[in-house]
């Protein structure tokens, strides 16, 4: 399994290609368009501001975990269980061999 950083960096990278586009909607949430296999991703505005951090080049777990405690209110420890738990989820979609739909996991896709 990779690491975490690992992770976040694969995600970082995957986020700068020109074939993914990211969209914010009024309500913080957004939604990602994959160009490359024809998918939408719809995001909660926590995991919005995950991936708005990393594009910012907050790609450490310890800045990852004090941006969301920063954000909202909630404790380190459950900021980094939410911030692990949706990097795994968004790596496993975002894999170019992967199978992701709402059945294994709690991001919203539509094909």
């Known amino acids: 399994m990779q690491s975490i950083q690992r992770r976040i960096t694969t995600i970082a990278a995957l986020l700068a290609e020109v074939d993914f586009n990211m969209t914010t909607l009024p309500d913080g949430s957004s939604v990602i368009l994959d160009h490359r296999r024809h998918r939408v991703f719809s995001l909660s505005e926590t995991a919005t501001r995950i991936l708005f951090a990393i594009r910012a080049g907050i ?23 939410d911030i692990a738990a949706f990097l795994e989820e968004l790596h ?20």
Not at 102 to 109: A, D, E, H, I, M
């Open 59 to 81: 790609v450490k777990p310890a800045a990852l975990t004090a941006k969301i405690t920063e954000d909202f209110d909630v404790t380190a420890e459950t900021a980094w269980e």
């Open 92 to 111: 496993i979609c975002l894999a170019e061999d992967s199978e992701c739909s709402p059945q294994n996991t709690r991001l919203q896709v539509d094909d």
